[in-house]
């Protein structure tokens, strides 16, 4: 059975840090394209992050401010996020795809993952 269990979310006060944490079981993902996703009440589902086979990918309003990663040892995928503003806040998602290379814009898709995580509630206060 496949899991994704997402962690690290709380709240903080804007301009401070967090880092989410995505740990895999029942497949290995290192091959895998892996994604952030996030949504804020009353709006979809909408992409962060992603870290697949040609580097990574992020959406033009965190890229200077999060950072994807994954250390394939651990089948963990983290979301670094800087400088944390209000409208950050939303329940973040970890995304794993199948082990196939798409082009860039495949990742930013939702409906292109097959795995889910349940979650995590990231908050941050002005």
């Known amino acids: 059975q496949v899991q994704l269990v997402d962690s690290g979310g709380g709240l903080v006060q804007a301009g401070g840090s967090l880092r989410l944490s995505c740990a895999a079981s029942?497949?290995?993902?290192?091959?895998?394209?892996m994604g952030w996703f996030r949504q804020a009440p009353g709006k979809e589902r909408e992409f962060v992050a992603a870290i697949i086979w040609s580097g990574t990918l992020y959406t033009d309003s965190v890229a200077d401010r999060f950072t994807i990663s994954r250390d394939n040892a651990k089948n963990t995928v983290y979301l670094q996020m800087n400088s944390l503003k209000p409208e950050d806040t939303a329940i973040y998602y970890c995304?794993?795809?199948?082990?196939?290379?798409?082009?860039?814009?495949?990742?930013?898709?939702?409906?292109?993952?097959?795995?889910w995580g349940q979650g995590t509630q990231v908050t941050v206060s002005t």
């Open positions: 995304a794993g795809s199948g082990g196939e290379r798409y082009s860039s814009s495949y990742y930013y898709i939702p409906n292109h993952y097959d795995y």
């Open positions: 029942g497949r290995t993902f290192s091959r895998s394209g």
